[in-house]
T-cell receptor
């Protein structure tokens, strides 16, 4: 049972336009959400996160939106740049009071930004 | 550079064999996590250690085992290898719990089982 889903395996966007990557989750216990970016032959790198007490978090060109009622989050990249071309993973965690919680990842969306 | 070091970067071995993947977490990080990524799939959580103790277990096969040593480095042991075990194995670390925190990933160990 996939608790975190990224239904679009790939997305192609023109440079300068907005990229919108979507993520759905099923576990209502998730209270912290993260986006990771992964280039080929590298490990995933943290991009941006959001706590369940917020509905929006912005960091430069990257904004994450959280809709708890719909169990949906999205990552907006504006403007998109060719260097943003990578695989983007959505991840979620649930605080259970124990020292350390694992992240549950979605399957990833490959973003291609065309010059 | 995330500060997480994984060795080896690449490993080719045969079915039935046993391999050990090693991870050194970022300085000061007490938690180590192991993830498996197969064929452009998502990252599947295997196991987590915190300060030497196992804290969470995911979809880890019985043929796989891990441990975290007193110096906080971790090893993932994969035995009786099958073709389907070919994958990228990532190690990640964090200071402690994840509440409000992120994981820092190594570059991964690519295992090919022939």
């Amino acid at each position: 049972d996939q608790q975190v889903k990224q239904n679009s395996p790939s997305l192609s966007v023109q440079e300068g336009r907005i990229s919108i990557l979507n993520c759905d989750y099923t576990n209502s216990m998730f209270d912290y959400f993260l986006w990771y970016k992964k280039y080929p032959a590298e490990g995933p790198t943290f991009l941006i996160s959001i706590s369940s007490i917020k509905d929006k978090n912005e960091d430069g060109r990257f904004t994450v939106f959280l809709n708890k009622s719909a169990k949906h989050l999205s990552l907006h990249i504006v403007p998109s740049q060719p260097g943003d071309s990578a695989v983007y993973f959505c991840a979620a965690s649930a605080e259970d009071g124990y020292a350390g919680n694992m992240l549950t990842f979605g399957g990833g969306t490959r973003l291609m930004v065309k010059p | 550079d995330s500060g997480v070091t994984q060795t080896p970067k690449h490993l080719i071995t045969a079915t039935g064999q046993r391999v050990t993947l090693r991870c050194s977490p970022r300085s000061g990080d007490l938690s180590v996590y192991w993830y498996q990524q197969s064929l452009d799939q998502g990252l599947q959580f295997l196991i987590q250690y915190y300060n030497g103790e196992e804290r969470a277990k995911g979809n880890i096969l019985e043929r796989f085992s891990a441990q975290q040593f007193p110096d906080l480095h971790s090893e993932l042991n994969l035995s009786s290898l099958e073709l389907g075990d070919s994958a990228l194995y990532f190690c990640a670390s964090s200071v402690a719990g994840l509440a409000g925190g992120e994981l820092f990933f190594g570059e991964g160990s690519r295992l090919t089982v022939l």
